[in-house]
């Protein structure tokens, strides 16, 4: 599977970006998917993953109650609905795909993944 990211942007602290990952190939459900972020200066960080199975999304304590991740089946896309935005979000976004069934702890770690979307930059000002 590929995955083309887009939606970031420039926004003010309070604000709201929607961010999508377009999947091209297999249908997105056929995989764990998960958003990832790194700012700068830091390493990569979890903020959410879905395997699909009803029990999900889940989410970084971080974004939880601010972000929701959902998908469109007739697109093939998963989206990140990202509200009351703060500087500390700012961050490069990637979208990224698992094939290998992690485990909901697994979900949270870099090496499940085996497909990465490109990346879209997300910028909060204050």
């Known amino acids: 599977v590929q995955l083309?990211?887009?939606?970031?942007?420039?926004?003010?602290?309070?604000g709201s970006l929607r961010l999508s990952c377009t999947a091209s190939g297999r249908t997105f459900r056929s995989y764990v998917m998960a958003w990832w972020r790194q700012a700068p200066g830091k390493v990569r960080e979890f903020v959410s993953a879905n395997n699909w199975s009803g029990r999900g999304p889940y989410y970084a304590d971080s974004v939880k109650g601010r972000f929701t991740m959902s998908g469109a089946d007739d697109e093939n896309t998963v989206y990140l609905q990202m509200n009351s935005l703060a500087p500390e979000d700012t961050a490069v976004y990637y979208c990224a795909a698992s094939s290998s069934r992690p485990t909901i702890a697994q979900m949270r770690t870099t090496r499940q993944y085996q497909r990465w979307g490109q990346g879209t930059l997300v910028t909060v000002s204050s």
Request: aromatic fraction near 0%.
């Open 4 to 14: 083309q990211a887009s939606g970031g942007g420039l926004v003010q602290a309070g």
